[in-house]
């Protein structure tokens, strides 16, 4: 960063990566919506009382389209909406937080320009979820929470027996613990630790890649290590989505790597080609080796790993999924999966059934879904609780089965939005993958776009298995993805689509 910026920049430059950091925190609300605040603040001042727009020779055309098109339809779908008042409600709360995470991000690219935070800054700010998580659980494993402690702990505690811990080692007292697996620091949503982790993941991937392409072998093995301490947070807070999505983005980025510099055609120095080569080989492998032993750790010591095959297919064994979901399940069903699984011990159906509130009724949910999407296409108030008022509704009194949501981000789109909504967003997210796609090819290679397609893969791709497209979720994909598409832009003539060169401060 140039320290020579403005005081105001520098404001923008700061609170901006404390706002990416912190976005993905439990119990940061508050401060979130003064740092979203802040920026907006900021932003409005340099476009209304400066010469910025000129100076940068911005035009509103080049906000893409399918972005326009979003915000529109958010502020005008109340006025369709069935539930009116819970429709303006939500668009004064998640979706219009939303629409300023976006402007944010690309106020704050379009004023700081190049000396804006860099790709590395952006991957660090991330990783701050996932330093907190370690930091506790060395914490947790020095004895510092006490021989018995859930796998979460909240903030008060934490401070409770960081005090004990601290009159004891006054005294010459020690408590000794058995490494923490399972433990999830003081959020108890893994959720946010997995979005963080997989994020700064793919951020330093790409660090990793032009590291290496420039020749900066130490900030190569840094960002090669920080992917592993990422891997390494969401193992022991067993993290299964997180542990998923992350080796699946990693394949992506590999695959798309390879398929790239096949393109190009991209020849590495001769000079030391082997030793570098051989050093990058073995530097990997290590590395998997020591991701895989803490993956075959979890996985053995984990029962929810076990059979999850099994409890997957059983969600499909439910004659009446809305029927299961308001009254449980039923005598035909239970000796249906008894039957199915006759061979095995007792013990193992019991778990089948009981997997019914996890993974198997997740399968439900995803059926019950499509069941409640045939008949509220149009969508109903743009609530993240939209299908827990349809499935009340329908069940006639509170489901015995409680989901917060369908575990699936795009029907709960449509259920709160209508099918349209849900298209809309998918236009702009595949919109900034494609866009990151392309220019990624160009032979004026941007790392800047290259990390715009994973980041905006990867929240595709996730929304699938999750209901990711709400409350902060929104604004941590909108800030990182507005910033990343509009970085890639030179700083100066932004209004006239310049794409920057190869120059990018990693």
């Known amino acids: ?157 934490i401070w409770s027996s960081l005090i004990q811990m601290f009159d004891s080692s006054m005294h010459g007292d020690s408590v000794s613990h058995g490494f923490p697996w399972g433990f999830r620091g003081y959020d108890p949503m893994h959720g946010n630790l997995g979005y963080a982790a997989c994020q700064a993941i793919v951020l330093f991937v790409v660090c990793a890649d032009i590291a290496w392409r420039k020749d900066q072998h130490d900030r190569f093995w840094a960002a090669v290590a920080a992917v592993t301490l990422c891997f390494l947070s969401v193992f022991i807070a067993s993290s299964r989505g997180a542990v998923l999505f992350g080796i699946v983005m990693l394949l992506i980025a590999s695959v798309a790597i390879y398929f790239r510099n096949l393109q190009k055609k991209i020849a590495y120095k001769k000079r030391n080609s082997r030793r570098l080569n051989f050093r990058l080989l073995f530097g990997v492998l290590i590395s998997l080796i020591f991701v895989g032993a803490f993956a075959v750790k979890i996985v053995g010591s ?57 993974d198997g009724g997740r399968v439900v949910l995803m059926r019950a879904g499509f069941s409640l999407i045939l008949e509220n296409w149009r969508g109903i108030d743009g609530s993240r609780s939209t299908y827990e008022r349809l499935i009340e509704n329908k069940c006639g009194h509170p489901p015995v089965m409680h989901f917060a949501h369908t575990h699936q981000a795009w029907m709960d789109v449509i259920l709160a939005l209508g099918l349209v909504g849900a298209l809309l967003l998918a236009w702009v997210f595949i919109f900034f993958m494609l866009e990151g796609w392309r220019n990624t090819k160009r032979l004026d290679f941007s790392a800047w776009a290259f990390a715009l397609f994973l980041i905006t893969m990867f929240w595709i791709l996730r929304g699938f298995m999750d209901s990711v497209y709400r409350e902060h979720y929104l604004q941590m994909q909108a800030t990182i993805i507005s910033y990343l598409y509009f970085r890639k832009y030179n700083s100066i003539d932004i209004g006239k689509n310049y794409v920057t060169s190869l120059k990018i401060n990693v």
């Open 1 to 157: 960063m140039n320290y020579k910026l403005p005081i105001s920049f520098r404001g923008v430059y700061w609170i901006f990566l404390a706002y990416l950091a912190i976005l993905p925190l439990a119990n940061t609300t508050a401060l979130r919506n003064i740092f979203l605040l802040t920026l907006v603040c900021l932003i409005g001042y340099h476009i209304f009382f400066t010469n910025f727009l000129v100076e940068k020779d911005f035009e509103l055309r080049s906000i893409p389209l399918p972005l326009v098109v979003w915000f529109c339809f958010l502020i005008l779908f109340p006025l369709w909406a069935e539930q009116t008042d819970v429709a303006w409600m939500n668009l004064k709360g998640q979706w219009g937080q939303s629409i300023l995470a976006w402007c944010v991000g690309i106020g704050v690219a379009l004023i700081l320009g190049r000396q804006g935070p860099s790709l590395w800054g952006l991957a660090v700010a991330s990783t701050l979820p996932v330093v907190i998580h370690l930091t506790l659980t060395l914490l947790a494993w020095s004895g510092a929470f006490g021989t018995n402690f859930s796998d979460s702990i909240s903030i008060g505690e």
């Open 302 to 358: 984990d029962s929810r790993w076990v059979g999850v095959v099994d409890k997957m297919s059983v969600g499909f064994d439910i004659e009446n999924p809305i029927d299961f979901l308001c009254n449980g399940l039923s005598l035909a069903d239970q000796e249906k999966i008894k039957y199915r699984y006759r061979n095995e011990l007792p013990k193992y159906s019991d778990e089948l059934i009981g997997s019914l509130s996890s």
